[in-house]
């Protein structure tokens, strides 16, 4: 299975600040990779698939780049409402495997 | 636009199954744009893929989970189901249902979960 750490696992963020979030594979996954952000008591949403696609409706200050084994979001300027864990998810080999989440928290 | 729902029991005593169904609406489940997958959150934790269903139907489970997982699909009905056999309390989660379009090879479309709690 292909393993993926996040880091930081947590973060504190003020709004306005830029936050970046890592996704490490254990094995190279290509640009398979997506980012989905979860809110208290809900479903998680898709942010980015394809390592670098912004999935329709998305806000363009959520990015993500990368490829191979080191993968990254980011977020350019902090608003209120993405306060909130992020997880990443590779879709190279199955299983399918998801980061353990980073939380976002207000500073 | 597509939507997922997830029904079935809240309560499943232990080595019974666990039996969930996901009806999707505003598409077709047969569309060979999208396949269908089963993700589940334990409380306080993260999120764990458990199995994907194409529309093919080649299905595709975590070997964590395999001997005792199983998705089908029910055209006539638009729906998709998952069965987990022989529970324990480690099986307690959220469980969303989700579509995967193709083109985009993610979980675009999440139901919105339903917490299963297995006890006696």
């Known amino acids: 299975d292909i393993q993926m750490t996040q880091f930081p696992s947590s973060v504190s963020a003020s709004v306005g600040d830029r936050v970046t979030i890592t996704c490490r594979a254990s094995q190279g996954i290509s640009t398979w990779l997506a980012w989905y952000q979860q809110k208290p008591g809900k479903a998680p949403k898709l942010l980015i698939y394809?390592?670098?696609s912004l999935q329709s409706g998305v806000p363009s200050r959520f990015s993500g780049s990368g490829s191979g084994t080191d993968l990254t979001l980011t977020i350019s300027s902090l608003q209120p409402e993405d306060f909130a864990t992020y997880y990443c998810q590779q879709a190279n080999n199955f299983p399918w495997t998801f980061g353990q989440g980073t939380k976002v928290e207000i500073k | 636009q597509l939507q997922l729902q997830e029904s079935g029991p809240g309560l499943v005593k232990p080595s019974e199954t666990l039996s969930l169904t996901c009806t999707v609406s505003?598409?077709?489940?047969?569309?060979?744009?999208?396949?269908w997958g089963w993700i589940r959150q334990p409380p306080g934790k993260g999120l764990e893929w458990i199995g994907n269903?194409?529309?093919?139907?080649?299905?595709y489970y975590n070997p964590s989970l395999k001997s005792r997982v199983t998705i089908s699909v029910d055209t006539s009905k638009n729906q998709f189901s998952l069965k987990v056999s022989s529970v324990t309390a480690a099986d307690t989660a959220v469980y969303h249902c989700?579509?995967?379009?193709?083109?985009?090879?993610?979980?675009?479309?999440w139901g919105q979960g339903t917490l299963v709690t297995v006890s006696s």
């Open positions: 269903i194409y529309y093919s139907g080649s299905t």
């Open positions: 989700a579509s995967v379009a193709a083109a985009v090879n993610a979980f675009d479309i």
């Open positions: 394809a390592a670098s």
């Open positions: 505003g598409g077709s489940i047969s569309s060979s744009s999208y396949y």
